[in-house]
Structure formats: C-alpha cells, structure tokens
C-alpha cells in the first residue's frame, strides 16, 4: 500500500525557516517524480514545487522562487522542502504528491498518491 506521511510543519515568525520531510513506501518511488503543493484555508490547492526522479530537475512557483528548495534523500524515498525567509502568506496545509512518470510534472492532477498534510503556520 502506497503511503506518504509528511512531518516538520510548525509555527513559525516571519522571516524564520522549516523543513519539511515527506517519507514514502509502499511503492518505486526512487523512480518517481516528487511534488509539494499548499492549500491555504478558502483558497484552492495551488503547486509549490516539483523534483523529477532522479533529482536533476526542479521547478517552482513563482511564489517561493529563490526561498524554498526541493531534494530527494540518497535512497530517493524522501522528499524535502527546506523553507527560508517565510511569509504569513505561506500559511497553508502543505501537501507531499508522487506521481508515477520519470519526468518532473506541476499539475495536481498528474499525481495519484498524496499524503495526509502538515500544517505550516506563520506568525507576522
């Protein structure tokens, strides 16, 4: 059974930082692409930044350009977003996605396997 548990959300000041981890199993996941996306209270669930298999290629929002960085851990079943000078308007459930494709992909629906979501809440 395919399983992806997220961990690391918090409370956090403005201009501080968070790392989040996303463990998968129950799959090939080392041949999986890796995306993180956010859903804030009221809005829609929006991308924040996706890792092809391998973790050569990385794309992001324009959002968290520059501030946020995904990797995959040497065995490539974890997945991280490393977070820097957050804002109150990154507060949002944050969400790990494996999508089966050796190719970097952003659009949610691309993905078939979600975690349960951690919360990342910033304080102004």
């Known amino acids: 059974q395919v399983q992806l548990v997220e961990s690391g959300g918090g409370l956090v000041q403005a201009g501080g930082s968070l790392r989040l981890s996303c463990a998968a199993s129950g799959g090939a996941f080392s041949r999986y692409a890796m995306g993180w996306f956010r859903q804030a209270p009221g809005k829609e669930r929006e991308f924040v930044a996706a890792i092809n298999w391998s973790g050569s290629n990385t794309y992001y929002a324009d959002s968290v350009k520059g501030r946020f960085t995904i990797s995959r851990g040497v065995a490539k079943n974890t997945v991280y977003l490393q977070m820097n000078s957050l804002k109150p308007e990154d507060t949002a459930v944050y969400y790990c996605?494996?999508?089966?494709?050796?190719?970097?992909?952003?659009?949610?629906?691309?993905?078939?396997?979600w975690g349960q979501g951690t919360q990342v809440t910033v304080s102004s």
């Open positions: 996605a494996a999508a089966n494709t050796l190719r970097l992909v952003t659009a949610p629906e691309e993905y078939m396997n």
